[in-house]
């Protein structure tokens, strides 16, 4: 029987110029991959490498009652195994996970397989949303749903301008001000470093509405990778959400983006409110697995459970 390929190795073993280049050229190349979104999301990761990074696989790591488990990093929505293995490697993938570690609930890509009939692994399906622009904007507006119309007619009478190129500092203390989630420093800290590497590297950018009385009312931080856009970070005010502010962003996107071989990838949601806001621009599901098993001792079971 031939020797598996599979090794685990810690962070600190890791070969980032090696890592870096297999994520490059990828078929199922994401941003979150990148040792550079890993080390500002993640901050410790260790990875499963087969060969000489043929096929590797992050493994975002904490630990809790001297137990370390795997999790999925805030604002890192997809990682796995890249490029896509055959059915056979992602089995020894999934297994050695399951060997090194008692605890997972980590999110694959869209590309990696869910492993079938395995009685301690579980795959639990989640929708993303993505929108092919390689068509003309008045093909792409034609699939609008009669509530995304009459939205978008709802923010054009409201005399709001679209910005592009918003500071980073107004976006953060906006995002703090109006987020409905309330976000730990850390966890804003993290957002401002991502934006600030992308802006710097060239492929992100914070697009804004602002009112009539030059109030910023809406804004994203869009991050190019490959041929994805993604919708990466949004917020809006309650003046915003009032004026139907993101309807007019995403609309005005379009617009100068449409007939292009991009993706504008909204990272989903299973809030069926959000999950409708993205179809009604035309957006359809793209299918991905959380990854999931929990073979911790029953008492911490019980404290996972009640935790949250």
């Excluded at 996970?97 to 692994?121: A, G």
């Excluded at 993303?128 to 009478?157: C, M, P, W």
């Excluded at 992308?198 to 030059?214: C, D, L, P, R, T």
């Excluded at 809406?218 to 990466?232: D, L, T």
Aim: proline content about 4%.
């Amino acid at each position: 029987m031939q020797k598996s390929s599979l090794r685990y190795l810690k962070h600190g073993d890791i070969d980032y110029t090696k890592w870096n280049q297999c994520i490059e050229v990828a078929f199922n190349s994401r941003v979150y991959a990148t040792t550079w979104f890993l080390d500002r999301t993640a901050v410790i990761w260790d990875a499963l490498v087969w060969d000489d990074y043929e096929f590797i696989m992050p493994l975002p790591v904490k630990q809790k009652f001297g137990i370390r488990y795997l999790y999925q990093p805030l604002y890192c929505q997809q990682l796995g195994i890249f490029p896509p293995p055959p059915a056979t490697i992602a089995a020894e993938f999934y297994n050695y996970s399951m060997r090194l570690f008692s605890y997972s609930d980590i999110q694959i890509n869209s590309l990696n397989l869910p492993l079938k009939n395995h009685n301690d692994l579980q795959f639990v399906s989640r929708n993303n949303f993505l929108l092919h622009l390689g068509t003309e904007y008045d093909i792409l507006a034609s699939v609008f749903s009669k509530n995304t119309k009459r939205n978008i007619a709802r923010a054009q009478t409201n005399q709001l301008n679209y910005v592009e190129g918003i500071r980073l500092e107004d976006f953060m203390l906006f995002k703090q001000k109006n987020s409905q989630v309330k976000l730990s420093a850390f966890q804003l800290q993290t957002l401002k470093s991502l934006i600030a590497y992308a802006q710097y590297k060239g492929f992100g950018e914070i697009a804004g509405v602002y009112s009539n009385e030059n109030e910023l009312c809406a804004a994203v931080f869009f991050c190019r990778w490959k041929e994805r856009v993604i919708y990466m970070n949004a917020v809006s005010s309650p003046v915003g959400k009032e004026g139907r502010a993101m309807f007019m962003l995403i609309n005005h996107f379009l617009e100068v983006s449409a007939n292009n071989n991009l993706v504008l990838d909204f990272e989903g949601s299973m809030l069926p409110g959000i999950s409708r806001f993205f179809e009604g621009f035309g957006a359809t599901p793209e299918v991905y697995y959380q990854m999931k098993f929990n073979r911790l001792p029953v008492f911490l079971k019980w404290i996972k459970k009640n935790s949250g």
